[in-house]
Nanobody
Framework: QVQLVESGGGLVQTGGSLSLSCVAS????????VGWFRQAPGKERESVGV????????NYLDSVKGRFTLLRDNAKNTVDLHMNRLKPEDTAVYYC?????????????WGQGTQVTVSS
């Protein structure tokens, strides 16, 4: 099992910045990918940024490219999401997720979610 605990989030004005942090524990050696996802009210969950746990660069949702930065530190078992120039449409519950081989090709471990609200 892998446990994911998120922190950060909150309320910010348009154009502001927020950072989210996720700490993984448990069988972290089995993780092969991590990412941040979000779900706004009435909308489907979408991938914000995902990255291989050990190498490579993140892949971002087009609408956040140039504004969001995902940083993973597999030595500290953390994956952070730094969000700049936030927009009201970024308002959502943000989830950290991890993928292990037992989950097939999907993300099978999820954090509890943290609310990000961007006021206009």
């Amino acid at each position: 099992q892998v446990q994911l605990v998120e922190s950060g989030g909150g309320l910010v004005q348009t154009g502001g910045s927020l950072s989210l942090s996720c700490v993984a524990s448990g069988r972290t050696s089995s993780i092969y990918a991590v990412g941040w996802f979000r779900q706004a009210p009435g909308k489907e969950r979408e991938s914000v940024g995902v990255v291989n746990w050990r190498y490579g660069s993140p892949n971002y949702l087009d609408s956040v490219k140039g504004r969001f930065t995902l940083l993973r530190d597999n030595a500290k078992n953390t994956v952070d999401l730094h969000m700049n120039r936030l927009k009201p449409e970024d308002t959502a519950v943000y989830y950290c997720a991890a993928a292990t081989p037992e989950g097939g090709h999907g993300y099978n471990f999820w954090g509890q979610g943290t609310q990000v609200t961007v006021s206009s």
